[in-house]
């Protein structure tokens, strides 16, 4: 059994940086992916980031040269460095991980909101 857990959410002002870690416990031999989604009130989840573990990255074309996905040493961990915060970045964000064989998983989220 995989458990996702998140943090590092909170408010933030427009401009500023926020840094959300994710941290995965469990069965991690077989990690394929991580990623971070969000949802925004109104919204249907979109997905932000991902990385693979060979380290390739893909970003959604509203977050890029902003937002960076990385990996922890140990690989059960994914961060997502969020500079130049706008308010239309407020929403739940959600760590993701899929493994070999398909199976997903997701964390319970944790809430950014940018606002002065």
């Known amino acids: 059994q995989v458990q996702l ?3 590092g959410g ?6 500023g940086p926020l840094r959300l870690p994710c941290a995965a416990s469990g069965s991690l031999f077989s990690v394929n992916v991580m990623a971070w989604y969000r949802q925004a009130p109104g919204k249907q989840r979109e997905l932000v980031a991902a990385i693979s573990t060979n380290g390739y990255t893909n ?3 509203t977050v890029k ?5 990385s990996r922890g040493n140990g690989k059960n961990t994914v961060y997502l460095q969020m500079n130049s915060l706008r308010p239309e970045d407020t929403a739940v964000y959600c ?3 899929v ?3 398909g199976s997903v998983y997701w964390g ?3 809430q950014v909101t940018v606002s002065s």
């Open 59 to 61: 970003y959604t074309d």
């Open 10 to 15: 909170g408010l933030v002002q427009p401009g």
């Open 108 to 110: 319970q989220g944790t």
């Open 5 to 7: 857990m998140e943090s």
């Open 95 to 97: 760590c993701n991980m």
């Open 99 to 101: 493994v070999v064989g």
């Open 65 to 69: 040269g902003e937002f960076t996905i």
